[in-house]
């Protein structure tokens, strides 16, 4: 699994090293920042119908298919619900 550290963090933290090796060993020892990477995604309307005078969608996500969100709203969310994609586009 890929690790990350955050740079910031750890250019403020850097030691004065004369030897490459003590560079080398600082890193390897830096704990590792928490993070996972970001899905993306759009909604996909599959569906429409008019129910009590207001119209309703059904929206998919591209990314996990899940189908559960009967509501106009779906549309205005920045993240699938079920898979935690962000859905401001795909890139």
Known sequence: ??????????????????EPADAYQ???NFPAADVRPV???HWIGIKEAEEMDDIMKEFTCSV??????????S???????N????MRGES
């Open 39 to 41: 899905m993306r995604g």
């Open 75 to 81: 549309e205005s969310f920045n993240f699938c619900p």
């Open 83 to 86: 898979c935690g994609a962000d």
């Open 26 to 28: 600082y890193i390897q």
């Open 1 to 18: 699994m890929t690790e990350y550290i955050d740079r910031n963090m750890a250019l403020r933290d850097w030691p004065l090293c004369d």
């Open 64 to 73: 996990c298919g899940c189908c559960d969100w009967d509501c106009a709203e």
